[in-house]
């Protein structure tokens, strides 16, 4: 792992992504239940395709009660998406594939209580805001969705990335600090 920028203005240092099995033992901020992380985990792993093509997607989990303008900014409020939300879709309660294929149709990262595993907020373009420090880490080769995922894992978040191509990455904020 490459070192830490400083608070200087230098760049993000570049950093890699190692490969481990789906049975790894994360190193989890408060807020984050093992339970939820394993459940999304295995999920973005599962389900992966809409109509027969492989497709991304991005779950963010937060500590439950986390104000969701820090994390970034709803894309679409539609009826749609609100209606998505007031039918409580929890990782914890039921099988949920078929509204999880149902998202991946959609833009945008899904936010997930990390205690509850409950959908907080879907077709989120995910921003820190406030006072955040500088960016440390960047990811060469890879583009903003995992950049990005790599940005909120370094402000506390567990973020999962599943690529156009199939790929999944996790990222925790054990691996930037």
């Known amino acids: ?41 295995y999920a973005a792993h599962r389900v992966d395709k809409i109509h027969g093509k492989e497709h991304g997607v991005m779950y963010v989990l937060v500590p439950d009660g986390t104000e969701l303008l820090d994390v970034g900014y709803p894309l679409d409020s539609s009826g749609t998406m609100r209606a998505f939300l007031d039918g409580n879709v929890c990782f914890m309660t039921s099988d949920i594939d078929e509204e999880l294929t149902e998202l991946l149709s959609y833009d945008g990262a899904h936010i997930i209580g990390g205690q509850s595993g409950l959908f907080l907020a879907i077709c989120y373009q995910i921003e820190a805001s406030g006072d955040v420090p500088r960016r440390r880490w960047r990811l060469d080769g890879s ?30 904020p054990a691996m930037t600090a």
């Open 1 to 41: 792992m490459a070192a830490a920028a400083d608070d200087h203005g230098h760049p993000p240092q570049p950093i890699h992504i190692d490969d481990v099995s789906l049975d790894f033992e994360p190193e989890l901020p408060d807020g984050i239940h093992l339970s939820v992380f394993r459940k999304v985990l």
């Open 143 to 172: 583009g903003t969705k995992h950049n990005s995922a790599l940005r909120m894992s370094e402000l506390g978040y567990v973020v999962f990335v599943r690529s156009d191509a199939g790929l999944l990455t996790v990222f925790t």
